[in-house]
């Protein structure tokens, strides 16, 4: 994997992150080719999951691969995916490469069960827990125009954001 194909990636507050996904109708060599980019992305970034619209792109489409981000061996691919089962309650800590410099506990569910499709256009079917149903989760809602940060409370958002402007007025000069 090569640096030249690795994408740039969207941060917060970028006007695409709220926007809602919409669905791939046809898993072509486009599609493909994205893919390599995205998991090339993510494993650069030393990401564990990166949705499309993470880089620019509206559609329906996560890569997570919780092996990482040291180790590159269970990449998951999921196009159109939706949660169709959650149960119980986790809380833990998260980032994101999108939320620059920030992360915070999230309360989600412990379980989700999830169908998609594969790169081959087949229905695929995962039950997760532990690190995959947060991951899931948070890839998903990326594709519903939700960030991690939406998630948490007014308060701790609003210091997110302060900081964030310092940061930003910081790396202008």
Same mark, same amino acid.
């Given at each position: 994997?090569? =640096?030249?194909?690795? @994408?740039?990636? $969207?941060?917060? !507050?970028?006007? +695409?992150? /709220?926007?809602?996904?919409?669905?791939?109708?046809?898993?072509?060599?486009?599609?493909?080719?994205?893919?390599?980019?995205?998991?090339?992305?993510?494993?650069?970034?030393?990401?564990?999951?990166?949705?499309?619209?993470?880089?620019?792109?509206?559609?329906?489409?996560?890569?997570?691969?919780?092996?990482?981000?040291? =180790?590159?061996?269970? @990449?998951?691919? $999921?196009?159109? !995916?939706?949660? +169709?089962? /959650?149960?119980?309650?986790?809380?833990?800590?998260?980032?994101?490469?999108?939320?620059?410099?920030?992360?915070?506990?999230?309360?989600?569910?412990?379980?989700?069960?999830?169908?998609?499709?594969?790169?081959?256009?087949?229905?695929?079917?995962?039950?997760?827990?532990?690190?995959?149903?947060?991951?899931?989760?948070?890839?998903?809602?990326? @594709?519903?125009?939700?960030?991690?940060?939406?998630? +948490?409370?007014?308060?701790?958002?609003?210091?997110?954001?302060?900081?964030?402007?310092?940061?930003?007025?910081?790396?202008?000069?």
């Amino acid at each position: 994997m090569s =640096k030249e194909n690795t @994408l740039k990636i $969207l941060t917060y !507050p970028h006007p +695409i992150l /709220k926007k809602k996904s919409i669905p791939i109708a046809q898993i072509d060599e486009n599609i493909k080719s994205l893919v390599k980019q995205m998991a090339t992305t993510m494993y650069e970034n030393k990401g564990i999951g990166l949705a499309a619209p993470q880089i620019g792109q509206n559609i329906r489409l996560i890569t997570v691969d919780i092996s990482g981000p040291e =180790k590159r061996e269970n @990449l998951l691919t $999921l196009i159109n !995916p939706q949660i +169709i089962e /959650k149960s119980g309650e986790t809380e833990s800590e998260e980032g994101c490469l999108s939320v620059i410099g920030y992360r915070a506990k999230v309360k989600r569910a412990a379980k989700v069960k999830v169908v998609a499709q594969n790169l081959e256009a087949d229905r695929i079917e995962i039950e997760a827990d532990d690190l995959l149903a947060i991951c899931l989760q948070h890839e998903i809602d990326h @594709l519903e125009g939700i960030l991690f940060i939406d998630r +948490i409370s007014r308060l701790k958002r609003n210091l997110y954001e302060r900081r964030l402007k310092k940061w930003l007025k910081q790396s202008k000069k």
